[in-house]
């Protein structure tokens, strides 16, 4: 009797349907995931992570924490998952003044913090109309007729901008940009010598106070902080009680010169450019040519004249 030798072959409908099985499984567990997830978000959006608490941090002196609070447009109840940050946070810097800056943070599952940091006073930005009041960062906290005692005065700043709670702004944007370097230079604190007042009524001829005794005359507003930073130096060299002028005299050299002797030349020189109307305008020329001197110049004024640079230092 023969041995027989079966052999399995393959149903090739089987191996199909498998395959149809398998595909089936895998489109019905994708289904399940998605009304999983769809479940899960709208719960989140709804029954679940609402604020049960709202914490207020940081330093807001003007204001309560209910006010700030309520100046953010969220209360308890309120979902986490839906609460539009940005936008609360603008709406409480436009309705309290006196803040520099609110961030809201969420922690869940149901707690909002609401983090808080007050304006300092820092600036009097006069101007024909009265005095800004202005904040570290630039935010106007008030516009007053009155100074307020101990901030860094700031003159020949044109605001176009006087509302309290606005960002300052100038009506010429260069001057933006002098008032923006002197505010990081003081806002950063490592400045040896007090700032006291700025001077940017000529834009090419800053005056800067340092500590009511040293004016510093440092032409234009390029390079500012290295300018500041050179005086500086100059100013920690000199006696405590010394009073003058610092003169920058091209790139990198400083003349001290004697307060005296500095305000006299300066005002000769205002003078010679824009001379009063006198008598002696209406003379003829013949009578004008007799002021002039055997070389046919005419002299230089005694003020004009005098050489009051007492110190010159340079950089490097």
């Known amino acids: 009797m023969r041995d027989v030798e ?45 604020i049960k608490t709202i914490r207020v941090t940081g330093n807001a002196d003007s204001y309560t ?39 809201i943070v969420r922690k869940f599952p149901d707690t909002l913090e609401i983090q808080v940091q007050k304006c300092t006073p820092a600036y009097n930005v006069v101007y024909e ?7 570290e960062h630039g935010r106007i906290l008030d516009n007053s007729m009155d100074p307020q005692p101990g901030l860094v005065r700031v003159v020949g700043y044109n605001p176009s901008e006087t509302t309290p709670g ?8 260069r001057y933006d940009k002098v008032f923006s370097a002197f505010r990081d230079l003081i806002y ?3 400045l040896t010598a007090p700032i006291v007042e700025i001077d940017m009524s000529d834009y090419n001829d800053i005056m800067v106070n340092f500590d009511n005794r040293i004016i510093f005359d440092m032409g234009n507003w390029s390079e500012i902080s290295y300018k500041i930073s050179f005086a500086e130096q100059i100013i920690a ?28 030349t300066r005002k000769a020189a205002k003078e010679a450019a824009n001379p009063k109307p ?17 070389d046919g110049e005419t002299p230089e ?16």
């Open 237 to 264: 060299k000199q006696p405590a009680d010394k009073e003058g002028y610092l003169v920058m005299v091209g790139t990198n050299q400083v003349s001290f010169r004697n307060k005296a002797d500095y305000e006299a």
């Open 188 to 190: 950063e604190g490592d």
């Open 65 to 103: 924490a209910e006010e700030v609070v309520n100046a953010t447009g969220i209360a308890v109840g309120d979902n986490l998952v839906r609460l539009k940050t940005d936008e609360a946070e603008q709406r409480a810097i436009e309705a309290l003044i006196h803040v520099e800056s609110i961030d």
């Open 129 to 135: 109309y009265g005095t800004l009041i202005v904040s």
């Open 6 to 50: 079966k052999t399995s072959i393959p149903h090739q409908t089987n191996s199909k349907r498998s395959r149809r099985r398998r595909r089936g499984r895998s489109g019905y567990i994708f289904l399940v995931i998605v009304i999983a997830v769809a479940v899960m978000v709208t719960l989140s959006m709804t029954v679940f992570f609402n």
């Open 166 to 173: 606005k960002q300052i702004a100038a009506v010429e944007e």
């Open 301 to 316: 004024t005694e003020a004009a004249q005098e050489d009051t640079t007492e110190e010159l230092y340079g950089d490097g």
């Open 278 to 294: 006198t008598e002696a305008a209406t003379t003829s020329a013949e009578d004008a040519s007799d002021a002039e001197d055997a």
